[in-house]
């Protein structure tokens, strides 16, 4: 149907029948028509026979092989019956036509030839014209992606080799995602520890009033918020956000798309960085792939400033502790000099200079050892093996220092050990000279104990005069009485009364005067001991306050020292009428344990106990003198007092002293 409507087609359709009216002519009577003999020197059925070669060319080149095939088909339906029936030389004839044909074929052939050239020709340049525009294509992509990895490298090395300023890291950062991306918008929010909010940091493409109006976000809230929350990126577009559409803000940022993704580092979330467009895009895989990796790089910078501002803070911190360290170190009262593990002083203040006499310049040229004497070299020894080993050493201890005049000085040293990295390199001695103090201490201990051996003295003379008498001149006024009754049996009866009553009275006065005397001074302590006086002391406190107590004694029992005895007595004395008058306990009990070199008694009740606070140097200011005279004493003895006491769970007393 596509030949009938092509106009080339009917012309082949009348070439053929004009040729073919030439060919037949006498037989369809048209005997008039001119005789081509004359004019190409053939005669006319030879002549007509290569007018069949137009149609067959034509058709050839209009419709291809497929014409030029079904053209010479014609030619040959159209010449042959004329060969055969009518030529009276059938052979010429035969040679013409297949002649006619053959060079019709070969014509065909070479145009088909031509044509399928032709077409490849021009395939081939549509092919090269397409695969030059798929190689622009190409090369614009080429282009875009060495621009875009050039960014790339331009912010790795900005965010790895480049600064650690933190605002300059985010200005830069914020930049060059702007230009690697394409972008029109980009905020940039980083969490704050303190509010636990999302706080805009910077931004490129908006106003003032929009930074302001996002500045703050709660984390889980609006779209910025989510991406905080969820650390997973999303793309927003205004046309499907009823948030962004009903907001006047973005309206008049006129805001289309946005892609925000989550600085993540070490699975931790620090912000959200958002690109956005005021045009129509749509933000692929590969962008998302590659806003996050470089949203991964930035909070490692971030990250990498927030170290080296913490770091800087803290060597600004250390050199001012530093600084004020030497000043301490300079002005201290106390003495403090450092030396190595061989004992070559490497550093001194200006007290160990006044301490010692020696400069520092000295001392430096010096070894700690040449500071002491030999036994207190020997305690220094034994200190140092301690602190290598990790012991507890308890400090401050007693030293004694050779200054530079030869003199000696009592120190009171708290030493430790220098270390770096775990590895010990020296140790360092703080030392306060005590000797005014221990001269001082020694002066009132030996104060104290005149004042103590006074007191018991004038207590002994006291009760001596209240046994030799008073309590002498009490027993004989109850014998007045007492006689005076028997010999005037005739009183009357209120007489009678009154002067028993006043002969009671009096043995209760005598009998008051006894205890009293033996409070003062037990002469049982000289006589018998401390033992047997701490027996007769539970007795009489047993006996007086109905309290049960108990008396124990452990190991070789022994006389002690006179002054140690009576020491050790009136502590316990003093525990007992505490006991008595303060504990309201049912029972106490007195433990006495005899050692090779000391002797240790323990006062235990189950009273109501009190609060102890602080140390027993304490005591005089709270109020407790009882509890500090007993310490005083165990102090002038050489010994020790410990209390234990708790609320509602009684008290112990431990008192150790040489024996």
């Avoid at 992509?141 to 650690?164: C, D, F, H, P």
Wanted: proline share 2%; net charge negative.
């Amino acid at each position: 149907m596509k030949y009938i409507r092509n106009i080339h087609f009917w012309a082949i359709i009348a070439l053929f029948i004009i040729t073919g009216i030439f060919h037949y002519a006498e037989q369809i009577g048209l005997a008039g028509l001119p005789d081509l003999k004359l004019m190409l020197g053939l005669d006319r059925q030879a002549v007509v026979r290569i007018l069949f070669l137009i149609p067959m060319i034509y058709s050839s080149t209009v419709f291809g092989r497929t014409g030029g095939i079904i053209a010479c088909s014609v030619a040959l339906v159209l010449m042959l019956p004329r060969v055969i029936f009518i030529s009276p030389h059938p052979v010429d004839a035969s040679l013409e036509m297949l002649s006619i044909l053959l060079v019709g074929a070969l014509i065909c052939i070479w145009l088909w030839s031509m044509r399928r050239e032709r077409a490849k020709t021009q395939t081939a340049l549509e092919e090269l014209q397409s695969a030059h525009k798929i190689l622009q294509h190409w090369a614009q992509v080429a282009k875009g992606q060495e621009r875009r990895l050039n960014l790339l490298n331009a912010i790795s090395s900005m965010l790895l080799r480049g600064t650690l300023d933190l605002d300059g890291i985010i200005r830069k950062s914020t930049y060059m995602v702007s230009e690697l991306m394409e972008v029109e918008v980009t905020l940039m929010f980083l969490i704050d520890e303190e509010t636990n909010n999302l706080k805009l940091v910077d931004h490129e493409g908006v106003s003032d009033e929009f930074a302001q109006y996002i500045s703050e976000t709660p984390i889980g809230s609006g779209i910025y918020g989510e991406v905080a929350k969820t650390g997973r990126p999303i793309t927003v577009e205004t046309a499907s956000s009823s948030h962004i559409q009903s907001n006047s803000e973005y309206q008049k940022m006129q805001i289309r798309v946005q892609l925000i993704v989550p600085l993540i580092l070490r699975e931790r979330i620090n912000g959200v960085i958002c690109i956005a467009m005021r045009r129509p895009r749509q933000f692929t895989s590969e962008e998302v792939d590659l806003l996050s990796a470089v949203a991964t790089q930035i909070a490692a910078a971030i990250d990498d400033a927030h170290i080296y501002e913490r770091e800087r803070h803290l060597v600004e911190q250390l050199t001012v502790a530093e600084r004020n360290w030497r000043r301490l170190f300079e002005n201290a009262s106390d003495a403090i000099w450092m030396h190595d593990l061989v004992g070559g002083i490497t550093n001194a203040n200006k007290s160990v200079e006044n301490l010692t006499g020696y400069s520092i310049e000295e001392l430096t040229n010096m070894k700690s050892k040449d500071l002491f004497t030999e036994d207190s070299l020997v305690l220094a020894g034994q200190v140092r093996r301690k602190l290598f080993q990790g012991i507890t050493v308890e400090q401050p201890y007693e030293q004694h220092l050779l200054k530079k005049d030869g003199s000696t000085s009592i120190l009171m040293l708290t030493t430790s050990l220098i270390t770096d990295n775990g590895r010990p390199i020296g140790f360092q001695h703080m030392a306060r000279d005590v000797t005014r103090d221990r001269w001082m201490q020694d002066n009132m201990r030996h104060y104290l104990q005149q004042i103590t051996r006074a007191q018991e003295d004038e207590r002994k003379r006291v009760a001596r005069d209240l046994h030799d008498d008073t309590a002498q001149a009490l027993f004989a006024l109850t014998r007045q009485v007492d006689n005076f009754i028997r010999s005037n049996k005739v009183l009357p009866s209120q007489c009678s009364t009154f002067m028993s009553s006043l002969s009671e009275q009096i043995r209760d006065i005598l009998q008051r005067v006894r205890r009293f005397s033996q409070d003062l001074r037990p002469s049982i302590l000289d006589d018998l001991g401390l033992i047997a006086t701490l027996r007769w002391l539970t007795g009489q406190l047993q006996e007086n306050s109905k309290m049960e107590a108990e008396l124990k004694i452990t190991g070789k029992e022994r006389r002690l020292l006179p002054h140690v005895e009576l020491m050790l007595f009136r502590i316990v004395q003093e525990a007992l009428r505490n006991v008595e008058k303060h504990a309201q306990a049912s029972h106490v009990g007195v433990t006495v344990i005899f050692e090779e070199e000391q002797i240790t008694i323990s006062i235990k009740d189950n009273g109501k106990g009190f609060c102890l606070s602080g140390d027993l140097g304490d005591l005089p200011r709270v109020g407790r003198l009882g509890l500090a005279g007993m310490e005083e004493r165990a102090n002038l003895i050489g010994g020790s007092l410990q209390i234990d006491t708790e609320l509602d769970k009684g008290t112990l007393i431990i008192l150790t002293a040489p024996a």
